[in-house]
């Protein structure tokens, strides 16, 4: 009987590190879930039919939901501003990118992500982008942020762009046309970002005194057609970006519909995408005018053209 009672002991024992174990996986699925703003009750239904470990990979590679990023982006704004003692404007968003008539616009100074794992904002639209456009102040580009757009014809790499990640413009076949206008080529990269790409057929546009620095430096030295950028176009970034500078700090209220919203930075209003009609306030006005009758929000519907060929 004593042999029997300690199998018995041992297997109890067993059972219970076995439960404990299972009800400490299940509670990481159901914090997963919440935390990426998908339904924690499905999920834990999901793990205890197949396994838990499952049910984390999924989350994993499901990520965020769309309303989920959202609120987060907002609360790590509230900690900032809490943080810098600045007041919250709760109608303030913070989107730092803008898809509209096929050109896509990548603003703030901040980091395309990495999307090694999940996918990027916009790859529901990814077959209508046909420009990209990254304003200055974009530090870097993440892995596979443009991959497999195969429409985009065009893309404009701003200076403040240091590093461009893995398959970044992968199987953008369709680029016929690059404009970076960094004096020091991007250097820390693999020769992958471009796969996919024509580099005989795409023009690569780059700022006239560092041309023969993307002729000797890596993966750009591959494009066989590296010309000069045009100085209006030169011109006109120096313009965009002097006057987006001078204005960086004024901010604006506008109308959507019935309601008042704002203050909101110029950055921030052309990621909310007003409209030229839409109705804008700020200090200095004498009363309400649309947003195209505000010289400061010229640059908000101003579309670049692209260097003459």
């Known amino acids: 009987m004593g042999g029997v009672e300690y199998l018995l002991a041992v297997y109890g024992i067993f059972v219970f590190l076995f439960l404990l174990v299972y009800i400490i996986f299940l509670a990481v699925v159901y914090n997963s879930a919440r935390k990426r703003g998908r339904s924690t009750m499905g999920w834990i239904f999901f793990a205890i039919l197949f396994t838990p470990l499952l049910c984390l990979f999924l989350l994993l590679i499901l990520g965020e939901t769309e309303e989920q990023h959202e609120e987060r982006i907002i609360e790590e704004e509230r900690l900032r501003r809490s943080v810098r003692k600045e007041p919250l404007r709760t109608e303030e968003k913070i989107p730092w990118w803008r898809l509209e008539g096929g050109?896509?616009?990548?603003?703030?100074?901040?980091?395309?992500?990495?999307?090694?794992?999940?996918?990027?904002?916009?790859?529901?639209?990814?077959?209508?982008?046909t420009t990209v456009i990254i304003e200055e102040g974009t530090i870097s580009i993440g892995n596979y942020a443009?991959?497999?757009?195969?429409?985009?014809?065009?893309?404009?790499?701003?200076?403040?762009?240091?590093?461009?990640?893995?398959?970044?413009?992968?199987?953008?076949?369709?680029?016929?046309a690059i404009i970076n206008h960094a004096i020091v080529p991007q250097k820390n990269f693999v020769d992958i970002e471009f796969d996919g790409v024509n580099k005989s057929?795409?023009?690569?546009?780059?700022?006239?005194?560092?041309?023969?620095?993307?002729?000797?430096?890596?993966?750009?030295?591959?494009?066989?057609?590296?010309?000069?950028?045009?100085?209006?176009?030169?011109?006109?970034?120096?313009?965009?970006?002097?006057?987006?500078?001078?204005?960086?700090?004024?901010?604006?209220?506008?109308?959507?519909?019935?309601?008042?919203?704002?203050?909101?930075?110029?950055?921030?209003?052309?990621?909310?995408?007003?409209?030229?009609?839409?109705?804008?306030?700020?200090?200095?006005?004498?009363?309400?005018?649309a947003a195209k009758e505000v010289k400061?929000?010229?640059?908000?519907?101003?579309?670049?053209?692209?260097?003459?060929?």
């Not at 050109?103 to 209508?128: H, M, N, Q």
């Not at 690569?204 to 100085?231: C, D, G, M, Q």
């Not at 400061?296 to 060929?309: G, T």
């Open 201 to 289: 057929f795409c023009i690569l546009w780059v700022p006239a005194e560092a041309i023969a620095t993307y002729r000797t430096s890596e993966v750009w030295n591959k494009f066989k057609n590296i010309e000069a950028i045009k100085e209006e176009e030169q011109l006109r970034m120096k313009v965009r970006s002097d006057a987006v500078s001078k204005v960086a700090n004024q901010e604006f209220f506008y109308m959507d519909g019935d309601n008042q919203k704002g203050p909101l930075s110029i950055d921030r209003l052309k990621l909310v995408g007003i409209k030229p009609n839409t109705w804008v306030w700020t200090e200095g006005l004498d009363d309400w005018k």
């Open 103 to 129: 050109t896509l616009t990548i603003s703030g100074k901040r980091a395309v992500p990495d999307y090694f794992i999940g996918i990027p904002e916009w790859d529901i639209d990814r077959s209508s982008i």
């Open 146 to 176: 443009f991959y497999g757009c195969a429409n985009l014809k065009s893309v404009t790499i701003p200076n403040s762009v240091r590093s461009i990640g893995i398959d970044a413009f992968s199987g953008c076949g369709s680029l016929t």
């Open 296 to 309: 400061e929000l010229n640059i908000l519907f101003n579309k670049p053209p692209l260097p003459r060929l």
